[in-house]
């Protein structure tokens, strides 16, 4: 049986719209797919959870293709090798980008006092400067790592005095609770093992000590080609974020409840309110006075300066070239 052509495209436009008025998708509605990494941790990925929860993404076009890593690095290596198109991480929004990889376009949080210093008193560290010539078991060229440098100088140490063994986090937290070290610079939520299997650890300072003199900020970044050919995409990104980043600061309670019961079923709600009160998270709007006033881009210089003196980047790219705000300004009315 043929069909005129006219009366196919009437058709069909019809039955479009009669999906999408029922609520179906229509294939107007075909949503776009971004491969997104990410660290399992609240300061990090809380947004993210509670955007997929309350449909935010999905309302503004996006379908995220979400996949965990155990550290900033590995994510960064992951998407300037092509297997992701943006992610979220911690302080290494820092360091990739500082070297011309990524850009920055949306900062989820300030690591208030997620970053911690716990250690073994019965091996004679009671202070700070008890761990000259000591071993501390930390992952290099992370938050934790930019933290312990801040502690250690801000005490008359010199990172060059101590020993820092390079471990995966989750090795990092094992050799400290098994005595092999005798202090461990971690982030949450690390310190719930270490809490429950050494009580007689100590943590001697966190990164609230160092605050706003030392910030370390959250953020997302895109990689170089996907974000010079896909603003619209992550402009997208930001309003979905913005919706699920705001119900989180101003409904804390509902928003740590909707987290624990569907992405951190292993962690007892005191736990999850430690977790989030570590990090200092503010609304969008409270956010965009930042990105205008330069904050944002003084934090992350902070932290680029800590890269450049231990990792030897070369003619670092200056925060505020390798943050873009503009996407974001646009986005995010005042």
Not at 17 to 23: C, F, S
Not at 268 to 275: A, F, G, R, V
Not at 303 to 313: A, C, L, N, S
């Amino acid at each position: 049986m043929s069909i005129n052509r006219r009366q196919f495209l009437k058709n069909t436009g019809a039955a479009a719209v009669t999906a999408g008025t029922l609520g179906f998708p229509a294939i107007a509605r075909a949503r776009t797919k971004v491969k997104v990494g990410y660290l399992h941790t609240i300061a990090v990925d809380g947004q993210i959870w509670l955007g997929q929860h309350m449909g935010s993404f999905a309302k503004h076009g996006l379908d995220l293709d979400l996949i965990q890593f155990d550290t900033g690095l590995a994510l960064f290596q992951a998407m300037v090798g092509g297997s992701l198109d943006i992610l979220s991480t911690g302080a290494v929004i820092s360091n990739f980008p500082a070297r011309g990889q990524g850009k920055v376009f949306l900062i989820n949080d300030v690591e208030f006092a997620t970053a911690q210093l716990w250690v073994h008193p019965e091996q004679g560290i009671r202070t700070i400067a008890d761990l000259k010539g000591k071993k501390i078991a930390t992952t290099a060229g992370t938050t934790a790592h930019v933290f312990l440098d801040t502690a250690l100088r801000a005490n008359g140490v010199d990172p060059k005095d101590v020993e820092i063994v390079n471990q995966r986090m989750p090795d990092a937290v094992t050799a400290f609770i098994s005595g092999a070290v005798p202090a461990v610079a971690l982030w949450v939520p690390f310190n719930i093992a270490v809490r429950e299997k050494v009580p007689g650890a100590k943590m001697l300072v966190d990164a609230s000590a160092y605050y706003p003199k030392a910030a370390i900020v959250d953020g997302w970044a895109a990689r170089n080609d996907y974000y010079d050919e896909h603003k619209d995409v992550l402009a997208n990104v930001i309003r979905g974020w913005q919706e699920a980043n705001d119900y989180l600061v101003t409904k804390p309670d509902a928003a740590l409840e909707i987290l624990q019961k569907n992405n951190y079923p292993q962690v007892p709600m005191k736990d999850m309110k430690e977790m989030y009160t570590a990090e200092k998270a503010f609304t969008a709007g409270e956010w965009r006075k930042m990105y205008v006033d330069g904050t944002v881009v003084k934090w992350l210089q902070q932290v680029t300066d800590f890269f450049v003196r231990t990792g030897g980047i070369e003619n670092a790219v200056p925060a505020s070239k390798y943050f873009d705000p503009s996407i974001y300004l646009k986005t995010v009315k005042a």
